[in-house]
């Protein structure tokens, strides 16, 4: 059983940036974040597996960062730029495996607030 835990959140301006951090209990293949915000969808953020692969919302491309120390198995997701729009709760995520229909695992979520 993967438990995760997730810090980082927190009030920051717009233009601002923030660093989120997520920590996995066991080997993954894949972490990242979804994302949000009352009223809308959740929508992934940023994802990377083992290997480093990454990929990122459009809305988040050049701004945001994602990175992996496997050794810990933790992910970092540095926001720069920060706009009002990325305002929502950021859960972090694990895949057990790539192949579909692998076991998904949440964190508890944090949130992220931008606003002057």
């Known amino acids: 059983q993967v438990k995760l835990v997730e810090s980082g959140g927190g009030l920051v301006q717009p233009g601002g940036s923030l660093r989120l951090s997520c920590a996995a209990s066991?080997?993954?293949?894949?972490m990242g974040w979804y994302r949000q915000a009352p009223g809308e969808q959740r929508d992934l953020v940023a994802g990377i597996t083992r290997g480093g692969s990454t990929n990122y919302a459009d809305a988040v491309k050049g701004r945001f960062t994602i990175s992996r120390d496997n050794a810990r198995n933790t992910v970092y997701l540095q926001m720069n730029s920060l706009k009002s729009e990325d305002t929502a709760v950021y859960y972090c995520?694990?895949?057990?495996?790539?192949?579909?229909?692998?076991?998904?695992?949440w964190g508890q979520g944090t949130q992220v607030t931008v606003s002057s």
């Open positions: 066991g080997s993954i293949f894949s």
């Open positions: 995520y694990a895949n057990a495996s790539p192949f579909t229909g692998s076991m998904r695992y």
